[in-house]
């Protein structure tokens, strides 16, 4: 398995990379996002990698993050997502943005993405609520869903960006009973990942 690879940009696409490692040329689907990250052509990086195998098809993914890579995993498990769907969606919504969106039950915001429609969605959200450790917050009647996931969403993305991984982001903000904003969320999280609870 290739977790990442080190080597420096031959060329960029518009849905992919060519990386140089060592004088062998990796072409690595990536979203566009993690595109538009990467140095300029000549230059050395770092690109977290996922190589999907299937018995007729070897396809290699790269992630400008390894919380990216994380969101790619969890997202092709789902029934009627394959890796293409996957990027697609992570070149429509970043992982903190995915993570709103099921939090609150977005099913139009996650239909938005091509190759998406609304049963799919119904079903990302579904499977990966639980995987991704997000809280519930798309109960009818809350009234609070909307600014909830705003400051689910900010949160999320300070998290990621202090180097906190996915999986401990989730794990952060659970228990959040829904007071306050995004600081007040934030003060929670850290509180929870200082071994506070």
């Given at each position: 398995m290739?977790?990442y690879l080190?080597?420096?940009?031959a060329?960029k696409?518009t849905?992919?990379a060519l990386?140089?490692?060592?004088?062998?040329?990796?072409?690595l689907?990536?979203?566009?996002?993690s595109?538009?990250?990467?140095?300029?052509?000549g230059?050395?990086?770092?690109v977290?990698?996922?190589?999907?195998v299937?018995?007729?098809?070897l396809?290699?993914?790269?992630?400008?993050?390894?919380?990216?890579k994380?969101?790619?995993e969890?997202?092709?498990?789902?029934?009627?997502v394959?890796?293409?769907?996957a990027?697609?969606?992570?070149s429509?919504?970043?992982?903190?943005?995915?993570a709103?969106a099921?939090?609150?039950d977005?099913?139009?915001?996650i239909?938005?993405?091509p190759?998406?429609?609304?049963?799919?969605?119904q079903?990302?959200?579904?499977?990966?609520?639980?995987?991704?450790?997000v809280?519930?917050?798309?109960?009818p009647?809350?009234?609070?869903?909307?600014?909830?996931?705003?400051?689910?969403?900010?949160?999320?993305?300070a998290?990621?960006?202090?180097?906190?991984s996915?999986s401990?982001?989730?794990?952060?903000?659970?228990?959040f009973?829904?007071?306050?904003?995004?600081?007040?969320l934030?003060?929670?999280?850290?509180?929870?990942?200082g071994?506070?609870v």
């Amino acid at each position: 398995m290739i977790a990442y690879l080190t080597g420096k940009v031959a060329r960029k696409g518009t849905a992919y990379a060519l990386l140089d490692v060592g004088g062998v040329g990796y072409k690595l689907a990536m979203s566009t996002g993690s595109l538009s990250a990467l140095p300029a052509e000549g230059d050395e990086v770092m690109v977290w990698a996922y190589l999907y195998v299937r018995e007729d098809e070897l396809s290699l993914f790269g992630f400008e993050s390894e919380e990216e890579k994380e969101a790619f995993e969890q997202l092709i498990t789902v029934s009627g997502v394959g890796p293409k769907v996957a990027l697609a969606t992570l070149s429509a919504l970043s992982p903190g943005a995915l993570a709103q969106a099921i939090a609150v039950d977005d099913v139009a915001t996650i239909s938005t993405v091509p190759g998406i429609g609304k049963k799919t969605a119904q079903r990302i959200i579904l499977d990966l609520k639980d995987k991704l450790g997000v809280p519930d917050l798309g109960a009818p009647g809350s009234g609070r869903s909307a600014g909830v996931g705003a400051a689910l969403a900010e949160t999320t993305d300070a998290l990621l960006a202090m180097g906190f991984s996915a999986s401990e982001v989730s794990a952060a903000v659970r228990g959040f009973d829904g007071r306050g904003d995004a600081s007040a969320l934030l003060k929670h999280a850290l509180r929870r990942l200082g071994g506070g609870v």
